[in-house]
């Protein structure tokens, strides 16, 4: 849930900046590994599950950096777009696990 409000204030800072979204977006996902990894007091595992989660994260901070600086016009729809984006990414992270073991599943 801290990941995804530090994005949340993430996405409202980008708003009128001119941003590196591939960088910005692994600099976001980086912190997040890190920090992670401090609150629980242990590096992840590094997996093909594991890769594959964090890249299908990624790519959605990604989405989420092209929209808002495609999409906002004012600071009250950015807002709301920072909201919607935070709650879709604590839900993501949270399913990101299940989806990808049942891709590997499959494979």
Known sequence: MLSAFILGFW???SDERDVNIFYESLMFILVNVLLTSALEFHFP????LWALET?????????ALMLIQK????????????IAIAVGYYHLAGQADIWVASWLAKI
């Open 55 to 63: 890249a299908l994260l990624w790519c959605y901070v990604i989405a």
């Open 45 to 48: 595992a590094f997996s093909l």
């Open 71 to 82: 999409l906002s016009v004012n600071f009250m729809i950015t807002i709301a777009m920072s």
């Open 11 to 13: 996405v409202l800072w």
